[in-house]
């Protein structure tokens, strides 16, 4: 991006270079308000043919002029589409970070729950523990049953990805 403007700056330079070079070459031919456009037109030739290589060098400025102001429309261009990619780049990436922030307060949320659920879990199970002998003798059958599978989500990161993995409570 940087070359690019350098390249403009330089063709900016070189274009004003070619009008101040033209300027001093111009001749000034001032005709009269009573002129009618035939006879300025015939002033303007008169002095061409009377100066042809002044004509010719001030028309090849004018040619290179033109020819640079182009280049230059070009670079514009150029400098425009990357800039909008850059900006493009940059829109992406804010949204992210924002959908990242979203997802972390998600994560953290979910955690939460975890540890509160299986802190839950755990009560249950200790009050499974209690009630399950006296449950036997009056039901002859366990009170609750699946302790060694229950698992409660956990979201972790090693930076960059993020897993959700079931904890065994």
């Not at 002033?43 to 002044?54: G, K, M, S, V, W």
């Not at 002998?133 to 993020?162: A, E, M, N």
């Amino acid at each position: 991006m940087q070359d690019i403007q350098a390249e403009i700056a330089v063709i900016r330079s070189q274009i004003n270079q070619l009008r101040r070079e033209g300027a001093s070459l111009a001749i000034n031919i001032t005709p009269s308000q009573n002129d009618s456009p035939q006879a300025i037109a015939e002033a303007y030739r008169r002095h061409a043919r009377e100066n042809p290589q002044l004509f010719a060098e001030l028309k090849g400025i004018d040619d290179a002029i033109a020819a640079l102001e182009a280049q230059l429309t070009d670079k514009q261009a150029q400098l425009k589409s990357r800039g909008g990619y850059i900006t493009r780049f940059s829109e992406h990436k804010e949204e992210l970070e924002k959908a990242k922030t979203k997802a972390k307060a998600h994560a953290e949320r979910i955690n939460q729950l975890a540890a509160e659920l299986a802190m839950e879990i755990n009560n249950l199970k200790t009050c499974a523990d209690n009630l399950t002998p006296l449950y036997w003798q009056v039901y002859y059958k366990p009170f609750i049953t699946g302790f060694k599978t229950i698992s409660v989500p956990h979201v972790r990161s090693d930076g960059d990805v993020w897993t959700i993995v079931n904890r065994i409570v």
